[in-house]
């Protein structure tokens, strides 16, 4: 079958990196694309049945990043470098060996936290475009800092009274922002891995005009955040969520690809026995772990609000995760169900959840308003507090849990926010809204619909 064009997709071996990237990778298939999809082993791994079941045209390559069972937090900067190191190296392999097997590749589609790919792609001379799995807002704020803000935004970190007004963007404060921006952030190298995304996409304009970013967000949901920075281009592509959610045209289309999905269906029973709307659905993506104090804040939330919930705690997920026991576990157990992982969309999607309790990572937060859950946020890092006050302040499809300056959740402030999530009528409507227009989006002659298959066609030179 000629599949009208082959492309590499390159995603970082991260859940919440692996899963809208499959998703994008599915849409170039479905609009006849032959795509072959390259991550890190540590993620392949993890992703053997989904390989395994893999449709005609589409198809998985791994390499080593030196790191092929996970890596540690304090790795991360020796890891960042193995893997531009490495993986470069294995693309110019890839790229070689598809070309002298008669399928040469036309486009690469690369994904946040690999900048290296698009440098691979300019030097073999390959056009290359990035997926941004983040908010437009968030590209946005990146982009204003290493352009005219950055000075007001740094010397600015710890004066609560302060705010900045980005064009296109809603007031924020130096809570609403990522951590990264400021010095005094342990994980601050990431600011130079987002400079160089903004620097490669700047270089391959000079080369195309044309080119564009595509982001894993709808027009109705960032409509001004997307057109804030014209130099971007920046493209809705989303939501990026298994089709048989949006859509619903290939129901079978329920999977993210993670093999543990299909190994932790118990849940599944539990929900279906409890009300509509009745329990609280609590997670934290795939990757971060809560500290003690955070944990038991929780735990007492949950427990003072006396509804059912589903709590996702991993242990052992994370080399850095060593568990952790909850002092009032058995309580817990009997006023709900705690397990180790789920398919979160598809519980998102089950009748029964009333609203999601996060950290705001940008898959929870854009599939929570997608199937139409009011969202209680508990950011932590990185991109989730911007998300966490979108989602509040701009889409009011949530809640965000208040710290104190000593950064704790005081007595009382779970159960407040989960009380407001729950019964709030305001919120819930919104939620409903956004799950209309993500699958008006999402749908065939939808806005990203179109958006997608633009760029397909030209990249076939249509
Ligand atoms: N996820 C899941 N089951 C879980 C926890 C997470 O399916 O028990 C998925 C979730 O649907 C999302 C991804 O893992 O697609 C997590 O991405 P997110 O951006 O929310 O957070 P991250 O893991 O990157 O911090």
Known sequence: MDHGGHVLVVAFPGQGHINPALQFAKRLLGMGLKVTFVTAFSALNRMTETAAAAPPGLSFVGFSDGYDNGWKTSD????????????????????????????????????????????????????????????????????YYFNGYGDEIMKNSDDPSWSIQLPGLPPLTADDLPPFLFPSDPSNFAIALFKEHIDVITDSQQTNPNSKVLVNTFDELEF??????????????????????????????????????????????????????????????????????????????????????????????????????????????????????????????????????THCGWNSCIESLALGVPVVGFPLWTDQATNAKLVQDVWKAGIKV?????????????????????????MRRNARKWKDLAKEAAMEGGSSYLNIKNFVDELRGI
């Open 76 to 143: 991360t900067e020796h890891f960042m470098v193995e893997q531009k190191r490495r993986g470069s190296a294995a693309m110019e392999e890839l790229v070689a060996s598809a070309a002298a097997q008669g399928q040469p590749f036309v486009h690469v589609v690369y994904c946040i936290l690999l900048p290296w790919v698009g440098r691979v792609a300019q030097k073999l001379g390959l056009p290359a475009t990035f997926l941004w799995l983040q908010p437009a807002s968030l590209l946005d704020i990146y982009f």
């Open 402 to 426: 208040r710290r104190n300056r000593e950064g704790m959740v005081e007595d009382g402030e779970v159960k407040r926010c989960l009380e407001m999530a729950m019964e709030g009528e305001e």
């Open 224 to 357: 001004d955040a997307l057109r804030s920075v014209k130099k971007l281009n920046m493209i809705a592509a989303g939501p990026l969520i298994p089709t048989a959610f949006l859509d619903g045209k290939d129901p079978s289309d329920t999977s993210f690809g993670c093999d543990l999905f299909q190994k932790t269906k118990d849940y599944t029973d539990w929900l279906n026995s409890k009300p509509t709307a009745s329990v609280i659905y609590v997670s934290f993506g795939s990757y971060l772990v809560l500290k003690d104090h955070e944990m038991e804040a929780i735990a007492r939330g949950l427990l003072e609000t006396r509804r059912p919930f589903l709590w996702v705690v991993r242990s052992g997920g994370t080399d850095d995760d060593q568990g952790y026991e909850l002092s009032c576990k058995a309580e817990l157990e009997e006023q709900g169900l705690v397990i180790p992982w789920c398919s979160q969309v598809e519980v998102l999607s089950n009748p029964s959840v009333g609203c999601f309790f």
